[in-house]
């Protein structure tokens, strides 16, 4: 009898610690997981950390004067927290006052800097249906729209990013998924062997022009002049001789610098968003009268990733990036005469 006893007890007690190791792998998986780190086994005094090759744990370090878009994203998602940002790219004083409000309230230092601690309290689950700045925030990252409607297309691009990162194509933005978004995607961070972006526009121009992931047109729509194709734009330019318009342009031919804002507006959307382009006009060609082109500061693309403008090509998350970046006339299919090509230009 007391073996019959002793030998259910330890039954029992088997089945409980066999339901403790399961839920334990359940609650350990999925997008869902919390954010910070769990501590595991003990050896004395020291814990150690869950292995989880998916999710990395390293977040960018944001403080006053950084700039771009993962500030951009930080400010939609203090934005999503009832904080009185402006989504501006730029992280000042005003950014910094909210985000020190933010920790304080969260329990964290306030010292005004968003690390990792702060980006796991920060971040929050958005899905097919959500709207508002926290999908803002996600979509800056994703290169598309950012409209703040979490909609088919932008859990079509989730689901595309999820596999490229080797997580479970979902289509929720949960803390592995943002985690991964702001630090691993070849599609949204540079590779690691990419050059900054040089000082001077003539070095900005031998970036572009070696970069593999840009082309240019060798000839124009509307003239016969070569010497001033957008190829011949950035070799020229390169060469520090300046970009030379068409002699049947408004202006007729002289030679302009390329602005610089553009040209690492270039390098931008190809090496931290993952975008082909094919450039057809910069200064040269036959544009409006006061067109931007023939100051240097415009660019038209008629093919993105391999796709025409107009037919394919994802025009708008470019146009979207192009805006982040400093763009102020943005216009593509469905603006007159710009039905084949997107223009970007700056001030």
């Given at each position: 009898m007391r073996k019959n006893v002793r030998n259910l007890l330890l039954q029992g007690l088997a089945a409980v610690l066999l339901a403790g190791g399961a839920l334990g792998v359940v609650n350990a998986t999925g997008d869902e997981a919390n954010a910070s780190t769990k501590p595991g086994p003990r050896s004395g005094s020291h814990a150690t950390p869950l292995k989880d090759t998916a999710f990395t744990r390293?977040?960018?370090?944001?403080?006053?004067?950084?700039?771009?878009?993962?500030?951009?994203?930080?400010?939609?998602?203090?934005?999503?927290?009832?904080?009185?940002?402006?989504?501006?790219?730029?992280?000042?004083?005003?950014?910094?006052?909210?985000?020190?409000?933010?920790?304080?309230r969260a329990g964290?230092?306030?010292?005004?800097?968003?690390?990792?601690?702060?980006?796991?309290?920060?971040?929050?689950?958005?899905?097919?249906?959500?709207r508002g700045p926290a999908v803002k925030a996600a979509q800056v990252q994703l290169g598309v729209t950012a409209d703040g409607v979490f909609g088919k297309n932008t859990r079509t691009a989730v689901r595309n990013f999820q596999t490229r990162a080797h997580l479970k194509a979902d289509g929720v933005i949960g803390p592995?998924?943002?985690?991964?978004?702001?630090?691993?995607?070849?599609?949204?961070?540079p590779a690691p062997s990419t050059p900054k972006p040089a000082?001077?526009?003539?070095?900005?121009?031998?970036?572009?022009?070696?970069?593999r992931g840009i082309t240019f047109a060798r000839a124009h729509s509307d003239t016969r002049h070569y010497g001033s194709t957008a190829y011949a734009n950035i070799v020229d330019m390169a060469a520090g001789r300046g970009a030379a318009t068409s002699p049947g342009s408004h202006v007729g031919a002289k030679r302009v610098q390329l602005d610089p804002r553009m040209l690492r507006a270039l390098i931008t959307l190809h090496d931290r968003y993952g975008y082909r382009l094919n450039i057809s006009e910069f200064v040269g060609g036959v544009h409006s009268k006061n067109s931007r082109h023939y100051r240097g500061l415009a660019f038209d693309a008629n093919v993105i990733n391999g796709k025409h403008v107009g037919k394919g090509a994802p025009h708008k998350a470019v146009m979207n990036l192009c805006s982040q970046l400093g763009a102020s006339e943005v216009r593509g299919p469905g603006d007159p005469d710009h039905d084949t090509h997107i223009h970007c230009a700056w001030k």
């Open positions: 390293v977040w960018p370090m944001l403080q006053t004067g950084s700039r771009g878009a993962d500030v951009l994203t930080a400010q939609h998602l203090l934005a999503a927290r009832g904080y009185a940002v402006t989504p501006d790219n730029a992280y000042g004083k005003k950014t910094a006052a909210a985000v020190r409000q933010f920790q304080t964290l230092k306030a010292d005004g800097v968003v690390g990792p601690k702060t980006w796991s309290k920060l971040i929050t689950t958005v899905h097919l249906g959500s592995k998924t943002w985690n991964a978004l702001l630090t691993t995607s070849p599609a949204t961070k000082g001077n526009a003539a070095a900005l121009a031998g970036q572009v022009l070696k970069n």
